[in-house]
Every structure is written in structure tokens, then in C-alpha cells.
């Protein structure tokens, strides 16, 4: 081991800045030793992890990492493995990151060592559907692909996914890195779709709701961590129409059907219709990336909370498969919906979705608002 990680990791605590520290790392980095950095991010974690780490630690390892990790070239992303493998550090959430980080930094072909080396099984089912959200025929990386059709992790929750990307993901909006912080695009009330609008004397048919506990927490599956670890707020609700609901009558329902969302709307309110992709983008982010207070799940789980609740929203069964549920959602009618009342914070995580079934009598709605 270079003499200079002991010295480092014993200095840490009274360090008053970084800077010597980074320049180093990306020197041996920029020089071929990525070992180094890897050596450096272990010793820290066996003398911090395991017990009240030293405030800089957790810093200091993330920096690393994102040296590693978004540095291209087979030797970085094989030392950004064997950093987040080592005991001390290891954790689900660290394994989601960065297989983040490793698809947004790193070729496909180098990421191979994750398929054949230490790396966890999480890691690696969370690398795959990173490459995929990214365009990657993962199919066509024979170490990935051998892993990816392997019958031992059908189980797993990703393993429901496709291995392709469908075309309501094309543009999914992903994560930028830099070597502290990252930035995501935000679309959350951003509809790009065609204006529709409350219609004078469009008829809104008898409606019964058939919102069920089952069926609201499936919906708000992309929402969930709003609930749980922010200040989020969600409306999920689902409505039986006794007939068929014209389309221009949408925007007129949606008044109709006593939506705390939209209660005391008035005219500072608007509806667009568009693709499924507009939803999934959406509730993609929104899961991904997370709200006021909630970090995200990243994209591989983003990705599945997001056709978790396309299929909920679409009146999906239970147990259909990714094919049946993308036709599902393809028939659908599918608006967004954003609107100026109290119920929503109006701060920058707001977003109101409606899916019309294709016999056009059920009306699932999905409404979400957050706020620091």
C-alpha cells in the first residue's frame, strides 16, 4: 500500500479541506493507478465504517466513487467495483448509485467485470436496466446478456422488466454527474400533449368510485417515497362510468368527480392529452430522482415503480406481464392535468395524470404534489 493512504486516513478527521486529497486521487487516476484511489476509499471505510464514521467519510467516499466510476476505461470501473464491494461500505442503496453512475460513466463493453467479478447481485440488476434506460442492446454484450437471460434471478423484482426499452421510455430523463453533485431534469407539470378543455354541455355520465387499497397504493408506486420520506401529499382515485366518456367530456369529469386536487380549481387549470410517454416520464422522474426530501431510487428502480404505476393507473391485472401491460397502456387515453389550487404545494414537484381505459368507462387519476 502507498505510504500516503495511512497518513490521509489518519489526518482525516482534522482536515479542513479536501483539495489536496481529490488533486492526489486524480492525478493516480489520470495517471493509470485507479488502485490507488480503490486502496485509498477501502482503508478509509475499514478505520471509519464500522463505527461512528468521521463526518468527512461519507464525502470523501463519494468522491472517490464518482472518480472511479466516471472516469471511462475498464481498470476505473473494475476499481469502482471492488470499492463498493469491501464490507465496511457495501449496502443496497450504495449498489443502486452506482450501477447509476457506472452506465452514465463507463462503455458498456468495460462494465463486463461487474458480470464476472465480486460485484452483488443487486449491483448487477440494477447495472442492467441502467444500460437499458440508456439505449444499450444489452443483448448484444455477451458476459451482461449471459447474466441478464440467466433463469437464477427471474425472481428478483427487476427481472419482471424487459430487456429492451419500450418506446413510452425513449425519453426517460437521466441523471448528469459530476464529480460532487448531480443534476436531473425536473418535467414534473410539464404536458406535451394537445389542449383539451372543459366543453359547455359535454355530458359526464353517472360515476361510481372504485378506488380500493390495492388500487391506491399501486397507482402511487412512484410516489411512494413523497409519502414516506418527504412532504408529499397524493390522490389516487379510480371512477366506473355507467357509459362510454367522450373524449371531450375528460376535462369536464374531471371537475365532476370531486377531486380534492381540484376542488376550488376556477379557471386556473389546464388539460393536455398525449402519449403514454408523457406519463411515464413523469412518474419516471418522480421515482428516479425523488422530490423535496427524498433522494430517488435511481433508474433501475425508477423504471419499475414507473410501470408499476402505468399499470395500475391502465387497470392492469395482477400478474400481467411487461408485453400485456404495454398494451394495455398503448390502448389507454392519457392526459395531465395542472392546476392552481391550494391542494397543490406549487413549489417544483407537481403533476396530475389520468388514464382512460380503452372501453373509455373507467377513469384512473393520479395526482402529486411535494414541498420542503
Not at 467485470?113 to 443487486?122: L, V
Not at 446478456?145 to 430523463?173: F, K, N, V, Y
Not at 414537484?349 to 388514464?355: K, P, Q, R, T, V
Request: contains cysteine; charged residues 20%; hydrophobic residues 50%.
Amino acid at each position: 500500500m502507498d505510504d500516503r493512504i495511512p497518513r490521509i486516513v489518519a489526518e482525516l478527521p482534522g482536515l479542513k479541506s479536501f483539495e489536496g486529497v481529490w488533486a492526489l486521487a486524480g492525478e493516480r487516476v489520470a495517471q493509470g493507478d485507479a488502485a490507488f484511489v480503490a486502496d485509498l476509499g477501502i482503508a478509509l471505510a475499514r478505520r471509519y465504517g464500522t463505527r461512528g464514521r468521521a463526518w468527512q467519510f461519507s464525502g470523501v467516499l463519494d468522491r472517490l466513487l464518482r472518480l472511479l466510476a466516471g472516469t471511462a476505461g475498464a481498470e476505473n470501473a473494475a476499481q469502482a467495483l471492488r470499492l463498493v464491494a469491501t464490507a465496511e461500505v457495501t449496502s443496497r442503496e450504495l449498489d443502486r448509485s452506482t450501477a447509476s453512475l457506472l452506465a452514465s460513466g463507463q462503455e458498456p463493453a468495460d462494465l463486463a467485470a461487474a458480470f464476472t467479478g465480486r460485484a452483488s447481485e443487486e449491483l448487477r440488476a440494477c447495472l442492467v436496466h441502467e444500460l437499458v434506460l440508456r439505449g444499450v442492446a444489452v443483448a448484444e454484450l455477451p458476459r451482461i446478456s449471459a447474466w441478464a437471460t440467466s433463469p437464477h434471478w427471474r425472481h428478483h423484482p427487476l427481472g419482471w422488466l424487459p430487456l429492451t426499452a419500450s418506446a413510452m421510455e425513449a425519453r426517460a430523463d437521466l441523471p448528469s454527474y459530476g464529480p460532487v453533485v448531480s443534476s436531473h431534469a425536473m418535467p414534473f407539470g410539464v404536458l406535451e400533449g394537445h389542449r383539451a378543455a372543459v366543453v359547455a354541455g359535454a355530458r359526464v355520465p353517472s360515476a361510481r368510485e372504485a378506488t380500493t387499497p390495492a388500487a391506491d397504493a399501486a397507482m402511487a408506486t412512484a410516489v411512494a417515497g413523497w409519502l414516506e420520506e418527504s412532504n408529499g401529499r397524493v390522490e389516487a382515485r379510480v371512477f366506473d362510468f355507467g357509459e362510454p366518456l367522450a373524449a371531450e367530456a375528460v376535462p369536464n369529469a374531471l371537475l365532476a368527480l370531486g377531486l380534492d386536487c381540484l376542488g376550488g380549481v376556477g379557471r386556473s387549470w389546464s388539460v393536455d392529452a398525449g402519449p403514454p410517454a408523457l406519463a411515464w416520464r413523469v412518474l419516471f422522474a418522480a421515482a428516479s430522482t425523488g422530490g423535496a426530501y427524498f433522494r430517488g431510487v435511481h433508474g433501475a428502480y425508477g423504471r419499475l415503480a414507473a410501470w408499476r404505476s402505468m399499470a395500475a393507473l391502465a387497470g392492469c391485472p395482477e400478474g400481467a406481464t411487461a408485453v400485456e401491460v404495454e398494451a394495455r397502456v398503448r390502448d389507454c387515453t392519457w392526459y395531465g392535468f395542472d392546476a392552481g389550487t391550494t391542494w397543490f404545494e406549487q413549489v417544483a414537484w407537481d403533476f396530475g395524470l389520468a388514464a382512460l381505459a380503452p372501453d373509455r368507462r373507467r377513469l384512473a387519476v393520479l395526482a402529486a404534489t411535494d414541498t420542503d
